[in-house]
């Protein structure tokens, strides 16, 4: 099997159960050591909600990147740019940015926005300062084809995903496969972001764990620990701008009003 990062080789590593029903291959790339699934012919079944039943900290971890993005975001000085969070899922995470001041919109192939509806992202005619994408790439089932179409919309991209250890954990080691809801299907290392990087011209910044930036800019090392610091210290709040969230309600007062 080619690795779908590189294309190089990769070979079988191990068998793991997914869905409590499907014994599917697992191969690792002898090259960038990303780490892929078989053809993923489960994944209707996996979608058939968009969000995991199993997903319990989908509030904390909206709050939390929430947090992260108006920092960093602020610390990269673009912080009154038009922003499009790619992957959104209910919204949520578009409207705590909005309600922090941000001038977020919402994209996603496969959830309903229910959250922050009339905030809709144009993925098609519109660039943006910066794009978010949380808990997304390990989902992507073509990530170059993806990753390539988020490109062509910024210059810089903040997203998580758990980056692979160097020794391939076993099915039962590493929480992160999520055989239980079987979406987890594309596992990046750290040097297969760098490839990616590499290949389209960006910068790789990362604080070696689940937190990454794409930038055509150069941007300091530094960056995650200072935003480790900040959140530490509860100064995030010090990083918010004024709250679009009344702002918000009148222009859909409005728009309501012209239908």
């Known amino acids: 099997m080619k690795c779908k990062i590189c294309e190089e080789k990769s ?12 014994e599917i291959e697992y191969f690792k790339c002898s090259s960038c050591g990303f780490v892929q699934t078989q053809t993923p012919y489960w994944l209707e ?28 975001f602020s610390l990269l000085s673009i912080k009154n740019g038009i922003f499009l969070d790619y992957g959104g ?56 084809q993806e990753i390539e179409k988020i490109f062509s919309l910024t210059d810089t991209i903040l997203f998580s995903t758990e980056l692979v250890p160097d020794a391939t954990p076993k099915p039962d080691e590493w929480w992160y496969y999520c055989l239980e809801h079987g979406q ?3 596992l990046f290392s750290k040097k297969s972001l760098e ?43 010090f990083f918010e701008q004024t709250p679009k969230t009344n702002d918000d309600m009148y222009k859909m007062i409005e728009k309501m009003s012209k239908i």
């Open 11 to 22: 070979n079988y590593v191990f068998k793991a159960k997914i869905l409590n029903s499907h």
């Open 89 to 144: 899922g209910y919204g949520i995470f578009t409207r705590l940015m909005r309600d922090k001041g941000f001038d977020f919109f919402w994209y996603d192939k496969y959830a309903t926005n229910l959250v922050a509806r009339g905030f809709e992202g144009d993925v098609i005619n519109n660039r943006y300062e910066a794009i978010t994408s949380f808990e997304n790439f390990e989902h992507f089932e073509n990530p170059m």
């Open 45 to 72: 079944e996996a979608y058939s909600e968009a969000i995991s039943v199993s997903d319990t900290g989908v509030m904390a971890r909206n709050n939390n990147f929430a947090k992260s993005t108006s920092i960093i």
């Open 195 to 237: 490839y990616i990087a590499s290949k389209y011209g960006y910068n790789l910044i990362s604080n070696n764990r689940n937190l990454h930036i794409f930038s055509k800019k150069k941007i300091s090392n530094k960056i995650f620990l200072l935003e480790k610091i900040i959140k530490k210290l509860q100064l995030d709040k």
């Open 184 to 186: 987890h299907i594309s």
